[in-house]
C-alpha cells in the first residue's frame, strides 16, 4: 500500500494538501453549523417587524426593554402593553393593537410635571460644598433645602435628558414640552421623586410634593402647601381631596374650572400650561 506518510513532495504540493485539508475541514464545520442553526433555529413571528415599525424608533429604555426591538418582540408575545412606549403618538398604538389584534382606546397619554414651586423659594439649612448635581447633593442629609422635597435645582435631571427638554431656573427644574419625549429617564434620576406623570388631558396639577404640616412648610418654602384645604372645599366637582396634607386631583372628576387655581393661597395649584413651558404635552 502506498504510505502517504513517506511520500516525498514538493514545497507546492505541501501547500496544496494543507490548503486541501483546511477546505475540507471548513466545509464539514459549515454544515454542521447549517444542521444546528436549522434544529434550534427560533421562529420569528412576522408581526414583529411590522410593530418595530410603528414604535418610534427612540430606542430611549423608557418602557423597561433593552430597545425598540425588544419591546416590539414582548408586545407579540403579549408580555407587554402598547402603553409601555412612553413616546410612540396614539395614531402609531393604535395601528400596533391593530395588528395585534387587541383593543386600544388611547388612555395611557400622559404628560409630566415638575411637582415643585419651591426652589430658591425654599429655604437653605445649611451650605453645601461637594460634587455637583442632585444625586450627590442628596446623598449628604437629603441635600442642603430644609423642605426635604425641594427641587434641588443641580440639574441631575437636565444632565440625563438626551433632547435638552429640561433647564434649571430660579432653582427648579421646568420641562420644554416641545423637546420632551417622555422617556421618563428625569423621573428615574430625580432623588427627590418630584417629576410626575399627569394625564395628557390635565389642565391643572398641583405644584407641590411636600406632605409637611402648615407651620412647618411655612417655615422652610414661601411656595409650599400648607394643606388647607380651601381648594378641596371649593371644587364643585369634589375632584380634590386632601391626601397627607396635600391635594390629589381625580381628573376623571377635573372640569378644568380653574377655581381652585383662584382660590389656593400659597398658588400652589396651577395650570398646566401657566406662564412657562413647565409641563410636556402631546
Same mark, same amino acid.
Given at each position: 500500500?502506498?504510505? /502517504?506518510?513517506?511520500?516525498?513532495?514538493?514545497?507546492?504540493?505541501?501547500?496544496?494538501?494543507?490548503?486541501?485539508?483546511?477546505?475540507?475541514?471548513?466545509?464539514?464545520?459549515?454544515?454542521?453549523?447549517?444542521?444546528?442553526?436549522?434544529?434550534?433555529?427560533?421562529?420569528?413571528?412576522?408581526?414583529?417587524? %411590522?410593530? *418595530?415599525?410603528? /414604535?418610534?424608533?427612540?430606542?430611549?429604555?423608557?418602557?423597561?426593554?433593552?430597545?425598540?426591538?425588544? /419591546?416590539?418582540?414582548?408586545?407579540?408575545?403579549?408580555?407587554?402593553?402598547?402603553?409601555?412606549?412612553?413616546?410612540?403618538?396614539?395614531?402609531?398604538?393604535?395601528?400596533?393593537?391593530?395588528?395585534?389584534?387587541?383593543?386600544?382606546?388611547?388612555?395611557?397619554?400622559?404628560?409630566?410635571?415638575?411637582?415643585?414651586?419651591?426652589?430658591?423659594?425654599?429655604?437653605?439649612?445649611?451650605?453645601?460644598?461637594?460634587?455637583?448635581?442632585?444625586?450627590?447633593?442628596?446623598?449628604?442629609?437629603?441635600?442642603?433645602?430644609?423642605?426635604? %422635597?425641594?427641587? /434641588?435645582?443641580?440639574?441631575?435631571?437636565?444632565?440625563?435628558?438626551?433632547?435638552?427638554?429640561?433647564?434649571?431656573?430660579?432653582?427648579?427644574?421646568?420641562?420644554?414640552?416641545?423637546?420632551?419625549?417622555?422617556?421618563?429617564?428625569?423621573?428615574? %434620576?430625580?432623588?427627590?421623586?418630584?417629576?410626575?406623570?399627569?394625564?395628557?388631558?390635565?389642565?391643572?396639577?398641583?405644584?407641590?410634593?411636600?406632605?409637611?404640616?402648615?407651620?412647618?412648610?411655612?417655615?422652610?418654602? %414661601?411656595?409650599?402647601?400648607?394643606?388647607?384645604?380651601?381648594?378641596?372645599?371649593?371644587?364643585?366637582?369634589?375632584?380634590?381631596?386632601?391626601?397627607?396634607?396635600?391635594?390629589?386631583?381625580?381628573?376623571?372628576?377635573?372640569?378644568?374650572?380653574?377655581?381652585?387655581?383662584?382660590?389656593?393661597?400659597?398658588?400652589?395649584?396651577?395650570?398646566?400650561?401657566?406662564?412657562?413651558?413647565?409641563?410636556? *404635552?402631546?
Amino acid at each position: 500500500m502506498y504510505n /502517504l506518510l513517506n511520500a516525498e513532495f514538493t514545497p507546492v504540493e505541501h501547500v496544496l494538501i494543507v490548503v486541501g485539508i483546511m477546505l475540507v475541514v471548513a466545509l464539514v464545520f459549515g454544515f454542521l453549523i447549517m444542521v444546528v442553526s436549522k434544529k434550534f433555529a427560533v421562529e420569528v413571528d412576522e408581526r414583529e417587524e %411590522t410593530v *418595530l415599525g410603528c /414604535l418610534a424608533g427612540a430606542n430611549c429604555g423608557g418602557c423597561g426593554k433593552a430597545g425598540c426591538a425588544a /419591546l416590539a418582540r414582548s408586545l407579540v408575545e403579549g408580555k407587554g402593553n402598547i402603553d409601555d412606549c412612553p413616546v410612540t403618538d396614539k395614531e402609531n398604538k393604535m395601528k400596533i393593537a391593530e395588528v395585534l389584534g387587541v383593543e386600544y382606546s388611547g388612555g395611557g397619554e400622559f404628560i409630566y410635571v415638575v411637582c415643585c414651586g419651591g426652589g430658591a423659594n425654599a429655604k437653605d439649612r445649611n451650605d453645601y460644598i461637594g460634587e455637583a448635581g442632585c444625586i450627590r447633593q442628596s446623598m449628604v442629609g437629603s441635600g442642603r433645602k430644609l423642605c426635604s %422635597t425641594a427641587c /434641588l435645582g443641580e440639574g441631575s435631571c437636565v444632565a440625563v435628558c438626551d433632547n435638552g427638554a429640561i433647564e434649571v431656573s430660579e432653582g427648579v427644574a421646568y420641562i420644554n414640552k416641545d423637546k420632551c419625549i417622555k422617556c421618563g429617564k428625569c423621573a428615574k %434620576t430625580c432623588p427627590k421623586l418630584i417629576i410626575s406623570k399627569i394625564p395628557a388631558s390635565a389642565v391643572v396639577y398641583v405644584k407641590c410634593s411636600t406632605k409637611c404640616r402648615g407651620k412647618e412648610v411655612m417655615d422652610a418654602c %414661601t411656595k409650599g402647601c400648607i394643606g388647607c384645604g380651601i381648594c378641596a372645599k371649593n371644587c364643585e366637582q369634589k375632584a380634590i381631596t386632601i391626601v397627607d396634607n396635600l391635594p390629589v386631583i381625580d381628573y376623571d372628576k377635573c372640569v378644568g374650572c380653574g377655581y381652585c387655581v383662584e382660590k389656593c393661597p400659597r398658588k400652589v395649584i396651577h395650570f398646566v400650561n401657566e406662564d412657562r413651558d413647565d409641563a410636556v *404635552l402631546d
